[in-house]
């Protein structure tokens, strides 16, 4: 295995753990969440679940980096759902008036 391929390994390894890592935020309700963003968490939950033997046997950069793509691009949509809806249930700031 190259540097290149240990890396990208690394990367998904390190994606996987913040995944994992918002997840038992959500879970715990430290996180406001709709069920638009539960839902895309189980599909990011999921989809690593059923890709990280592939991602860890394979000998294929190609493939890893496929599978990491699609998983990044799973954490990012849920994070932003995450995003949306905390600012969504944060009440409007009361500024006194000028």
Known sequence: MNSDETEMREAVRELADALETMLNLIKADA???????HSLFQKAGAFLDESTDRISAS???????????????????????ILDDA???SPAPDHPTM
Not at 31 to 36: D, Y
Not at 60 to 79: G, K, Q
């Open 31 to 37: 996180l406001p969440a709709t069920p638009e963003a």
């Open 87 to 89: 600012v969504a249930a």
């Open 59 to 81: 000998d294929r950069p190609a493939e890893i980096l496929s599978l990491a793509t699609a998983l990044n691009r799973l954490v990012v949509s849920a994070r932003e759902q």
